[in-house]
């Protein structure tokens, strides 16, 4: 499957913005999606992940304020980031594998695919 993200942007601190993950050559069924952040000289960190059945797990720092979700329809996975703060500006990646197991969801080496990253910078 190929993943492609797009969405990112400039935004005050406090807005919004919704970034999309869609699926080309085969349909994210049977998948487990998830949305990696990276600022420069850091490790991916994760952000989010909604599993082949649906249930989704957020990491801490998102937690009440961004929220995936997915479109079976237009084989698209978003993340609708709420209430943005200046620290979550960084490239925004989305991946994608049919293999993650419930302990591996927050690890970045649990994922076969992989898009190309979108920036999203919040400003203060």
């Known amino acids: 499957v190929q993943l492609q993200a797009s969405g990112g942007g400039l935004v005050q601190a406090g807005g919004s913005l919704r970034l999309s993950c869609a699926a080309s050559g085969r349909t994210f069924v049977g998948y487990t999606v998830a949305w990696f952040r990276q600022t420069p000289g850091k490790e991916r960190e994760f952000v989010s992940a909604i599993r082949w059945n649906g249930v989704t797990i957020d990491s801490d720092p998102v937690k009440g304020r961004f929220t995936i979700s997915r479109n079976s329809a237009k084989n698209t996975v978003y993340l609708q980031m709420n209430g943005v703060k200046p620290e979550d500006t960084a490239v925004y990646y989305c991946?994608?594998?049919?293999?993650?197991?419930?302990?591996?969801?927050?690890?970045?080496?649990?994922?076969?695919?992989w898009g190309q990253g979108t920036q999203v910078t919040v400003s203060s």
């Open positions: 991946a994608a594998s049919t293999t993650v197991i419930l302990s591996s969801v927050r690890r970045d080496d649990a994922y076969a695919y």
